[in-house]
Every structure is written in C-alpha cells, then in structure tokens.
C-alpha cells in the first residue's frame, strides 16, 4: 500500500490518522507542492491522478484519490477500528461533520486558491488571512454547536469513540493555528483537538513528524 502525500496536506493528513487508526503498514510517497514547480503538476503523477492533488492511495494497484473516498473505501476494505458509527442515523451525522471540515472549509483556504487569490487577484497577505479567518469562523462556529451537542465532552466530535469527523478535524485545527485563527471562541473543538493530539494515531500523522517535513 502506498500512499502519495505532503506533510503539510491537511487532506493527505486525514488519511495518514485514518491509516495509523486501522494499524495499516503503507509506504509514504511524497510529493513537494512547491518543489520545481510543483511535483504534483509533473505528467508522471497526472498518470496517477489525472487532478494532479494529493492524497492518492494505491492499494496493490486499486488507485483512489479524495481523501473522504479513501476513508469510506479503508472503512469498507479493513473493517477493524471502524471510523463510522454502526447505526445509519449515526453514520449519516458523522459523515456531516466530515464533510463540513472537508467539503465547506477547507476547499475555500488550500493552496492553489490561496496561490490563485495572490498571484491572479493580486491580494495581498492581509487580505488572505482575513480570507482564511473568515471561512474557518463560519465552518467552526457551526462545528462548535455540532460537537457540543454530539461529543464526548473533550475528547471527540461525535459518540464515545474515534470517528471519521476526528480524523477531518486534528488537521484543520492544525492550518487554522499556522493562520493565527483565534480558538477560543470553540473550546469544544479545541479540548477535542488536544485530546485527540496526544493519541499516537495522530501524533504520528502530524506534518512535522513526516519524512519530507522540511
């Protein structure tokens, strides 16, 4: 199993957690997204994925990208420490809250936005930490209702264990440290966050902690 990443990937850090989580040995393959360029724009990984994103993982020849997609497809293959909850209702909650992280927030503040925001619209880096901020708070204030009301109270987002929704939240929290986003409007989020960053499953996915940190 390989798995092509970079460290600083909040999506490929889902699927690192999410491996680590199931105890899945995998080989990293990284990809520089500033390195010449951009490795992920070279025609040998557009062969790989045709989107030229990361994370994509090759199962022994089964190529999948979008880390969601990863998630379900390790959730259906290796059923062990499973990341969804077993009733449907439950399930369906879970996979909101991930997606509220991975499909609201964090497609508005990735790099090639922010790098089109800058190099296209000639904004400024005020005006792209203002940007950041702004949909990270509209994303968070709801996610801080969600998890008050789902969550073990500083532990997790949703139940008693470790979720899908775990795994999404750990890396946004991490991007929105590195833009100087205030936490303390979401102490849910933020008890949850340091919890769930003390657990080795996460810990060991966390970007420095990668073999291309740089």
Not at 69 to 93: D, K, M, V
Not at 183 to 203: D, I, N, R, V
């Amino acid at each position: 199993m390989k798995l092509y990443t970079y460290y600083r990937s909040s999506a490929a850090y889902r699927v690192r957690i999410a491996l680590n989580l199931k105890g899945l040995d995998y080989e990293s393959v990284p990809k520089h997204f500033l390195r010449d360029g951009g490795e992920h724009r070279k025609p040998e990984f557009l062969e790989v994925n045709p989107q030229g994103l990361i994370p994509v993982l090759d199962d022994g020849g089964v190529i999948i990208s979008q880390s969601l997609a990863i998630i379900e497809y390790l959730e259906e293959t290796r059923p062990g420490a499973p990341l969804l909850p077993s009733a449907p209702a439950e399930r369906a909650q879970v996979r909101a809250m991930a997606q509220l992280i991975a499909c609201d927030i964090h497609p508005l503040n990735n790099l090639r936005v922010l790098q089109y925001l800058k190099t296209e619209l000639k904004q400024d880096d005020v005006s792209l930490s203002l940007w950041y901020q702004h949909w990270i708070a509209e994303g968070f204030t709801a996610l801080e209702k969600l998890v008050q009301r789902h969550g073990k109270p500083g532990k997790t987002c949703y139940g008693q264990q470790v979720t899908m929704a775990d795994v999404c939240l750990v890396p946004q929290v991490y991007n929105a440290r590195r833009f100087n986003v205030d936490l303390a409007p979401y102490p849910a989020l933020s008890a949850a966050t340091q919890h769930l960053e003390s657990l080795p499953a996460f810990a060991q996915a966390a970007p420095e902690n990668q073999p291309d940190a740089v």
